[in-house]
């Protein structure tokens, strides 16, 4: 299972301290940021490239981490059109297949 770290709205933090509590939850760290809030996770790789972390940021903006895995990520690629390398992580696809199709693409999820 992958571990997550975040702070929202000015909170104080220690990223060093959190980052070290939740590393053995996997083996690639990445993180995203913004004024309000910072999102860091250590993600243990079960599909695509084991060196890519999460959080995920599309083209669009979008950010997403996942902590499980879609196990009908390549179909859901095939169904929005796109060629998706076979490196890609599930949770890319997803981040995709929700800006595609919103909430009601939830249903579609096998994972």
Same mark, same amino acid.
Request: charged share 15%.
């Given at each position: 299972?992958?571990?997550f770290v975040?702070?929202?709205f000015g909170v104080s933090?220690?990223?060093?301290?959190?980052?070290?509590?939740t590393a053995y939850r996997g083996s690639v760290n990445?993180?995203? !940021?913004?004024?309000e809030v910072d999102l860091f996770a250590w993600r243990m790789a079960r599909s695509g490239d084991a060196n890519r972390p999460q959080p995920v940021? *599309?083209?669009?903006? !979008?950010?997403?981490? @996942?902590?499980g895995e879609i196990y009908n990520?390549?179909?859901?690629?095939?169904r929005m059109g796109l060629s998706?390398?076979?490196?890609?992580?599930? *949770?890319?696809? @997803?981040a995709l297949w929700l800006e595609s199709s919103g909430a009601a693409?939830?249903?579609? @999820?096998q994972g």
């Amino acid at each position: 299972m992958c571990g997550f770290v975040g702070k929202a709205f000015g909170v104080s933090s220690n990223y060093e301290i959190a980052s070290a509590l939740t590393a053995y939850r996997g083996s690639v760290n990445g993180g995203w !940021s913004d004024p309000e809030v910072d999102l860091f996770a250590w993600r243990m790789a079960r599909s695509g490239d084991a060196n890519r972390p999460q959080p995920v940021v *599309t083209p669009n903006g !979008s950010v997403l981490g @996942l902590n499980g895995e879609i196990y009908n990520a390549p179909q859901l690629a095939r169904r929005m059109g796109l060629s998706i390398p076979p490196d890609a992580i599930d *949770t890319e696809i @997803l981040a995709l297949w929700l800006e595609s199709s919103g909430a009601a693409g939830i249903t579609q @999820l096998q994972g």
